[in-house]
């Protein structure tokens, strides 16, 4: 079975400061990972993804995430959050093994909050 | 915006009630997946559809089922409705099956309230 931790609830960092939202994954097989943001009352946006090659992952609005495979993470960082990156996101994990079929399995969500 | 569509926004419903959400894939997307948001569940995979045809089911009850039309639109029906069932349901979809990684789209959701 594959699942996800998140294991912060909220991070709170200043504006201009580095983000960081943590996020480790458990897979039988090897891992496609991904990062989506949800605004309040929207759906979920992706971000970016994780399928193989280079460990570091760069997305949508500056966002960047590294996968370390001895350490089952994918943390997804921005180097300077702005007060937009204000939301909750979410980490999520789908096993390449076709048996797992095409789901997506997510974290708990973590909220970020950037103050001014 | 994602491209996928989600109809109604909105729905109140009493329990007991049986209702239907509907949900529009991007275009040229063969799959269409279920999730359900809910407080205290978190985002939950129910059902995924690819053409037409079931490909997996999740953590879906016996009172909940779903269909994939010719045109790729789905829909979710609910049915013997419970409190429990008030939640965030989201549609999504992406162009392939299986054995890659293409990401999902995710529709704005039905945000289903049952009274």
């Known amino acids: 079975a594959q699942s996800v931790a998140q294991p912060e609830d909220q991070v709170n960092v200043a504006e201009g400061n580095p983000l960081t939202v943590k996020c480790t994954y458990s897979?039988?097989?090897?891992?496609?990972l991904f990062w989506y943001v949800q605004y309040p009352n929207r759906g979920l946006q992706f971000l970016l993804k994780?399928?193989?090659?280079?460990?570091l992952v760069k997305g949508s609005y500056g966002f960047e995430a590294e996968f370390n495979k001895s350490q089952t993470s994918f943390h997804l960082k921005k180097p300077s959050a702005l007060v937009s990156d204000s939301a909750l996101y979410f980490c999520?994990?789908?096993?390449?093994?076709?048996?797992?079929?095409?789901?997506?399995?997510f974290g708990g969500g973590t909220r970020v909050l950037v103050k001014p | 915006d994602s491209g996928v569509t989600q109809t109604p926004k909105h729905l109140i419903t009493a329990t007991g009630q049986r209702v239907t959400l509907r949900c529009s894939p991007r275009s040229g997307d063969l799959s269409v997946y279920w999730y359900q948001q809910s407080l205290d569940q978190g985002l939950q995979f129910l059902i995924h559809y690819y053409n037409g045809e079931e490909r997996a089911k999740g953590n879906i009850l016996e009172r909940f089922s779903a269909q994939q039309f010719p045109d790729l639109h789905s829909e979710l029906n609910l049915s013997s409705l419970e409190l429990g069932d008030s939640a965030l349901y989201f549609c999504a979809s992406s162009v392939f099956e299986t054995r890659t990684a293409n990401e999902q789209f995710f529709g704005p959701g039905t945000r289903l309230t049952v009274l």
């Open positions: 994780y399928i193989t090659g280079d460990n």
């Open positions: 999520a994990v789908r096993d390449i093994i076709r048996a797992a079929g095409n789901k997506l399995t």
């Open positions: 897979v039988s097989g090897n891992p496609y």
